[in-house]
């Protein structure tokens, strides 16, 4: 079946560092979701992209669906601390697909 | 607005005892529901999802089951707990109106089996 790679697996940086995660697929996907989930909490939807080429950001946050459909980003800019957190990214196969494929994560840890 | 909510918070039970968790969304009709678990420090693992009352689609075969007795309500049932159903369940609902998927997740439920 599909699957996404998510890279790094984990980052620790400096506060107001600028972070920037990926997945990348062998498999063509037509939507990319980013998620951060908090400790102890459900997963929140940060940014969607519904099309090849599309940037979209969501204040500090930046994300691109990439031109091949294969592959995606996410930026944060200036980070701080409530940036704490592991995010997730997601693709859906097809329009009108009722499951998502989902990257292992990348936990984020800042050094104040 | 849109409101999902899953009780309990947190769990904890024996090996061998029955499992009922439940979710609820507020605020839309006919939603996409699905069960996640999430073993500590790891991804998501779809478990079942639902697009209609009665209608439930299993992705892994275990000793859990779902059942949608409404159209916003969505359980997951357990008749005798293992040790490796430990974890962390999220309930998440996507509208069914769309055809990108995007899904919103509950708050979880933190299950320990002891």
């Known amino acids: 079946g599909q699957q996404l790679n998510q890279s790094p697996q984990s980052m620790f940086i400096q506060e107001g560092e600028d972070v920037s995660m990926n997945c990348t697929s062998s498999?063509?996907?037509?939507?990319w979701l980013w998620y951060k989930q908090e400790p102890g909490e459900g997963p929140v939807l940060l940014i969607a992209?519904?099309?090849?080429?599309e940037l979209t950001s969501n204040g500090r946050l930046t994300a691109q669906f990439g031109i091949t459909r294969k592959d995606s980003f996410l930026n944060i800019s200036a980070s701080i601390p409530s940036d704490v957190g592991i995010y997730f990214c997601?693709?859906?196969?097809?329009?009108?697909?009722?499951?998502?494929?989902f990257g292992q994560g990348t936990r984020l840890t800042i050094n104040p | 607005s849109q409101t999902i909510h899953q009780w309990p918070a947190t769990l904890v039970q024996p090996v061998g005892s029955p499992l009922s968790l439940e979710c609820t969304v507020e605020?839309?009709?006919?939603?996409?529901l699905y069960w996640y678990r999430q073993a500590a420090g790891r991804g998501l693992q779809l478990l079942f999802y639902?697009?209609?009352?009665?209608?439930i689609s299993s992705e892994v075969p275990q000793n859990l089951s779902a059942s949608r007795p409404q159209d916003r309500q969505f359980i997951l049932s357990s008749k005798k707990l293992l040790l490796s159903d430990s974890g962390f369940y999220l309930c998440?609902?996507?509208?069914?109106?769309?055809?990108?998927?995007?899904?919103?997740f509950g708050p979880g439920t933190r299950l320990t089996v002891l």
């Open positions: 498999s063509i996907f037509n939507t």
């Open positions: 992209l519904y099309k090849a080429g």
């Open positions: 997601a693709g859906q196969g097809r329009l009108g697909a009722q499951k998502l494929v």
């Open positions: 605020g839309t009709s006919n939603p996409n």
């Open positions: 998440a609902w996507s509208p069914t109106s769309r055809v990108y998927n995007e899904q919103f």
């Open positions: 639902s697009v209609g009352i009665g209608q």
